[in-house]
Nanobody, 124 residues
Framework: QVQLVESGGGLVQAGDSLRLSCVAS????????MGWFRQAPGKEREFVAT????????IYARSVKGRFTISRDNAKNTVWMQMNSLKPEDTAVYYC?????????????????WGQGTQVTVSS
């Protein structure tokens, strides 16, 4: 079992930056590929970014590539997502997720554990 707690969301203006954090507890964090997903009102939860268990492989959604950066520190049981040049369309609840696999993966069903989410609101 892995418990995930996100933080770092908030209300910002377009062009601003935010850094989301996800702290894990429970089973060995270093064995899990990790991901960030987001869900806007009235829309399905969508993939944002993923990182392999060692941190050497990352994948990003096309909509955030070049603006968002996912990283992790296994010694701190933490994964982050640095979000720069935020846009109003980035407004959503952001969820951290841990996969049963160790590699980076973009598909939602492959993630076993989920956090409660943190709200990001970007005003224009």
């Amino acid at each position: 079992q892995v418990q995930l707690v996100e933080s770092g969301g908030g209300l910002v203006q377009a062009g601003d930056s935010l850094r989301l954090s996800c702290v894990a507890s429970g089973r060995a964090f270093s064995g899990h590929g990790m991901g960030w997903f987001r869900q806007a009102p009235g829309k399905e939860r969508e993939f944002v970014a993923t990182i392999s268990n060692t941190g050497d492989n990352t994948i990003y959604a096309r909509s955030v590539k070049g603006r968002f950066t996912i990283s992790r520190d296994n010694a701190k049981n933490t994964v982050w997502m640095q979000m720069n040049s935020l846009k109003p369309e980035d407004t959503a609840v952001y969820y951290c997720a841990a996969g049963a696999q160790s590699w980076a993966i973009t598909t939602r069903p492959d993630y076993t554990y989920w956090g409660q989410g943190t709200q990001v609101t970007v005003s224009s």
